[in-house]
């Protein structure tokens, strides 16, 4: 669970164009898109560096949507792309297209809109325009941005959409040896369905300490995923096949004031018990929840707890 | 943890009804390996099945056993907790960091079982909630696991009973059923290796004469040595404690789940690798706590031995490189890893059968961080995933995320 949200975040990382570097809006790289909701989950530093290719993902925090919610995005492109026309395409989100799009990977992305193209939109006199997208069926899709009638992303951005909202509640202030209870209550859809619950914690400080720095040589066996986590260290090269033996190493750079829970459940609300330790450093940790179904992701969250 | 130590560690067959089986010594101190030996069809898979029961103190409400270094053998395998008298009952394992899974109770009964556990040490935490009222909780454990007979029938398994508080033990091959007495009284013998929580609760009181659990370590002979044992890795400065304490740290998750002798022996190896000059320091009865003990000693260019004990936190010590004058004496020091598990026995040191200790090709680096200094994956013999178990469910949590995005989730038959 952990790791999807990290792999997530390392796909919100990627999808920064670096084509561009004239932009003199909030990044001075340019031409990435920024995603605005209240749902947000905050992302590592991810940067990637190529022989032809750098940069480094400016945005903090990336917003998941639930179902039906409307979806407010801003596009900052380079200057020089100041009053051009683009438009916005929706598609599934696929490993391959989308790590070309962001420069990750060589060759072109090969996206289709297969959920909707939206647009034309006129850039402003610094290449940037606003955007909206009619709410979506839960599900990952990926954002592509592209000149009108062009097939070449432009920037491209990862989108999260949940089944539904969902209220997380735990005592904002836990004593390091207790054990912090979280309970997830969803709004509604669960209807009995089996579900996965599962919640992560972290300090806030390890949680801005790790960091993702992708490199290769532009394909996918020679793309290497470097994850460092304090003085810890790992990479994934990217032909890696996700099972035990990754999941047993990335648990291994996990800071040591961290723990997870899992349950298993067909009630919309469960109380997951995370196993704090009296040595477990004080202060905000970040409390990272998630409910899983067959189908897709029902809901994520992630909030803050104070340790003392 | 304990119990689930015991589960595995005691044997069990139960194959077929005419499956016959011996356990030697049947009343070993603590420490002892205890061999279990049986004759079965020729490369007739033999299944060995133990179980034992405990009343866990409840205090103020709550009830907790908690077990560090617990080893699961090889799969296929399974582990059985049940609890009577609980509103819940939850499962910590800790994996370099604690992962709990709650299991629901009803009518004052919760029950959890897994197939497939990943072999390796872990530490377990049981606790949960007592019903209103309760003074005591009964927890049954039950281990299952496997061995194949030989080309002649013969086959063997061996636990490891360090660490394994005093007690009866039934171990059951089919209809025939042993008892194992680990300590010479099985009354009112303390626990060894448990750790306890702030709860308050108190080591579990045996039922019927305190049966508690063995530790099963492996099937067939003592896990040897690997071989080669000791590699080059990235080099530390030798002369320097500082840089001692930055590899200590590097390491820290990877050992997390190792006893007191197997740390003292992986950070042996570790160490050397790095380019420290270390040995091992061995006192029989360590602080006149009638307990022995291993650490390290790290020697310096002009002869200095610097006392390095990577369970200082357990013994008390006030920090890695500890000054107090329980450290100054020893009754025999080794050099090399042979020559400590010639007195010391190999099962006592015998960190390199923990999976995350030796993991897959991680790479640990220092503080430094400008190279990876990298443990060898040569002797993970066992990477199966089954269908199932608890990785499996994981790894099924990981297909769906990642299913479709075009990443593929593997699952290993062993």
């Known amino acids: ?308 | 943890m304990r119990i689930f130590s015991l589960l595995f560690l005691l044997l069990f067959a139960l194959v077929s009804p005419m499956t016959a089986f011996e356990v030697s010594p049947i009343n070993p101190n603590p420490g002892d390996p205890v061999t279990i030996r049986g004759v079965a069809s020729p490369g007739e898979e033999v299944r060995l099945r133990s179980s034992f029961e405990m009343d866990i103190p409840v205090v103020n409400g709550k009830y907790e056993y908690v077990a560090t270094g617990v080893q699961i053998p090889q799969r296929p395998n399974r582990l059985s907790v049940a609890a009577n008298n609980v509103d819940d009952l939850k499962v910590g394992v800790r994996m370099g960091i604690w992962v709990t899974m709650p299991v629901r109770a009803s009518g004052g009964v919760a029950s959890v079982s897994k197939p497939d556990v990943p072999p390796g040490r872990y530490t377990l935490k049981i606790f949960g909630e007592a019903l209103p009222g309760v003074t005591t909780v009964s927890v049954r454990v039950d281990a299952e696991t496997a061995v194949r007979a030989g080309s002649d029938g013969s086959y063997q398994m061996v636990m490891d009973t360090s660490g394994v508080p005093e007690g009866k033990y039934n171990i059951r091959a089919g209809r025939d059923e042993k008892v194992v007495m680990i300590g010479r009284s099985p009354v009112g013998a303390g626990m060894y290796g448990s750790k306890l929580s702030e709860i308050g609760t108190t080591s579990p009181r045996r039922v019927e004469e305190s049966p508690e659990s063995g530790r099963l370590i492996d099937a067939g002979p003592p896990t040897p040595i690997p071989e080669p044992y000791y590699r080059e890795m990235k080099r530390g400065d030798s002369e320097n404690p500082d840089d001692l304490v930055r590899y200590f740290n590097a390491a820290r998750n990877r050992a997390a789940n190792l006893d007191v002798f197997e740390k003292a022996a992986f950070y042996e190896y570790y160490l050397s690798g790095c380019g420290f000059s270390v040995s091992f320091a061995y006192s029989e009865n360590f602080d006149g706590s009638s307990q022995d003990h291993l650490w390290l000693l790290m020697m310096t260019k002009k002869g200095e031995a610097i006392n390095v004990d990577p369970s200082y936190s357990v013994k008390g010590a006030s920090s890695l490189m500890p000054l107090e004058p329980r450290y100054s004496r020893y009754d025999q020091r080794f050099e090399v890893i042979y020559e400590a598990a010639e007195t010391l026995g190999v099962e006592r040191l015998a960190w390199w059968t923990d999976e995350i200790a030796w993991g897959s090709t991680v790479e640990v680096t220092s503080t430094t961080g400008e190279e990876a200094v990298e443990v060898s994956e040569d002797f993970v013999v066992e990477k199966s995933v089954a269908k199932g178990g608890f990785i499996s469910w994981i790894r099924d949590l990981l297909t769906q995320a990642f299913a479709k995005i075009g990443l593929a989730v593997t699952s290993q038959v062993g």
């Open chain 1, 1 to 308: 669970m952990v790791i999807c949200l990290c792999l997530l975040c390392a796909g919100a990382a990627a999808a920064l164009d670096h084509s561009y570097s004239n932009d003199t809006s909030l990044n001075a790289d340019g031409n990435w898109i920024e995603l605005q909701g209240e749902n947000s989950i905050k992302l590592p530093m991810v940067s990637l560096s190529r022989a032809s290719v750098n940069w480094t993902y400016p945005i903090a925090s990336h917003p998941v949507y639930h179902e039906s919610q409307m979806i407010n995005a801003t596009f900052f492109g380079s200057r020089d792309l100041a009053n051009e026309t683009i438009e916005v395409f929706v598609d599934d989100l696929a490993y391959s297209s989308f790590m070309r799009a962001v420069d990750v990977l060589d060759g072109p992305a090969n996206f289709t809109a297969t959920f909707g193209t939206f647009g034309p939109y006129r850039l402003n006199s610094t290449g940037d325009a606003s955007f909206s997208l009619q709410g979506m069926a839960a599900g990952i899709y990926s954002i592509y941005v592209a000149f009108e009638n062009s097939s070449w992303p432009l920037s491209a951005s990862p989108l999260l959409v949940t089944e539904t909202d969902m209220e997380v509640s735990t005592p904002p202030v836990t004593s390091a040896g207790d054990l912090l209870a979280v309970k997830v209550k969803l709004d509604d859809g669960y209807d009995g369905r089996p579900l996965t619950y599962g919640t992560f914690i972290v300090s806030a400080e390890d949680y801005r300490a790790l960091t993702f720095n992708i490199t290769g040589d532009g394909s996918r066996p020679g793309t290497v995923v470097n994850l460092r986590w304090n003085e810890e260290a790992l990479s994934i090269l990217g032909d890696s096949d996700i099972g035990w033996d990754l999941l047993a190493r990335m648990l291994m750079i996990f800071p040591r004031d961290s723990a997870a829970a899992l349950q298993d459940s067909v009630d919309g609300e469960v109380t997951l018990y995370m196993i704090t330790e009296d040595d477990w450093a004080p202060g905000a940790y970040i409390l990272t929840s998630i409910v899983l179904s067959q189908e897709g992701v029902v809901g994520l969250n992630q909030t803050e707890v104070m340790i003392v």
